[in-house]
Each structure stands twice: as C-alpha cells, then as structure tokens.
C-alpha cells in the first residue's frame, strides 16, 4: 500500500478525474451529431472523442478552445456532415456547465485539511475558472496547459508545476483517470501515482486514449482516495 504520510503535495488531473467530463462532452457532442443525422453510440462517441483530442493536442500547441473546436471538425469529417461555427464554438462552450462528481467537492475538503491540493489540467486558464467554482476548494495552485503551452503527456506541464511547487518529488503524488495524459507521463519523472478509474461506458479507458501502466495505487472515486490518506 503507497504510504500516503510522507507526501506533502497531491496534484490532480481534472476532467475525468473531479468533473464528470463523459457526460458533459456527451451532452455537448450528442445535439451535434443529431442536427447532421449522424448515429453513433455514447461508448463510440467518447473512443472517438479521446482518439480525436489526442491527435488535435499533438501538434503545434493552440489554446484548448481551439482544440475543442477542432474535435467537432474532425467529428464532421470522419461522419461527412461539416459543423457550423456555432456548433465548433458548443463544445468548449459547454465546459462551464460540467458538474464534478458527487464525492469531488468533499473530498478534497477532506485532502486539503492533510495536504496542499494543486491541479494539473490540460484546459485553458479562462476555461477553468468556471470549473474551479464549482469544485469549491481553494487550490493552493493551478497548472494548465495554457500556462505551459502543452498538453499532457508532454512533460513540460508537470515540469512547470514542480517550478511552481518548489517540493522534492518524493513528497509529490499525482491522481488522475487517465493513464494515458497522467500516470504514464508522472511516472517517468519518478512521482507517486494514483489512478482514479472511474465507472465509464468504456471501463478502464474512459474518453481517453488507451494507456498501459502499473500506478503505484488504484482507486475509483475521490471518496477512496481521502479515505486511503487518512489511514
């Protein structure tokens, strides 16, 4: 079991792992396809939506307004229908209306009373205000990739933050859902790692990319994890 009592620092991923981000991109992307006839399932549609993320990120970096943008484009192009700009715009639109999970809020409440509780967020900084809001915590810091000018898996992100947290990576655990943006890259700066595998229509990947890793613990909420640090 990874002893939680010599951390000092505990960063978080945050769409996947504290916002239900499934149903937002569901909610978001499902209008789209029905307004072009375009039928597709809500597992497939999230296989889609990680493939076409990943690949819009891996690039020259642009602002993840525009990579949200380009994920309905490249829905249009791979179905044959061409979305409007209002359609393009819905997508990161949307983000300021996708709730957290129903532990999020509480346990990291419970995690900031033990910790310093930081985020790092493949989202732009305007972007999650709004989410930061609804998450009701008080971070001690926040790490995007606006701020970076990457996206995870690239390391430069969690580069920036060590920057900014100025802690032995000793003292630092990383959770996120995705093994894929966060326990892979976070591993190979030799950081502790928690997988938040969440329930998903697609079980152990989510609307990610597929990753293979082992993380040093595995939970699947955020209601286990504060339950493990206070052990």
Known sequence: ?????????????????????ESGILGALRPILFAHHAQM?????LRLYGEFEAEAEAGEYRSYREVLRDVVTRFGRRL???????????????IKN???FADSTSALRQL????QVGIISNVDDDL????????????DFVI?????????PSLKIFELAQKKLDVNRSEWVHAGQSVYHDVIPAQSLGLATVW????????????????????DATVTSLADLARLVAI
């Open 98 to 100: 996708w709730e957290p």
């Open 41 to 45: 399932d809500d597992s497939e549609i």
């Open 144 to 152: 995007t990739a606006g701020q970076a000018g990457a996206y995870k």
């Open 112 to 115: 900031k009373s033990t910790l």
């Open 1 to 21: 079991m990874l002893d939680f009592s010599r951390f000092r620092v505990i960063t978080f991923d945050c769409y996947g792992t504290l916002i239900d981000w």
């Open 196 to 215: 938040v595998n969440r329930p998903s229509l697609r079980p152990n990947i989510g609307a990610v990319r597929h990753g293979d890793a082992q993380p």
């Open 128 to 139: 999650f205000a709004a989410t930061e809001r609804k998450l009701q915590t008080d971070f």
């Open 80 to 94: 044959n229908f061409e979305p409007t700009s209002p359609e393009q715009d819905s997508l990161p639109e949307s």
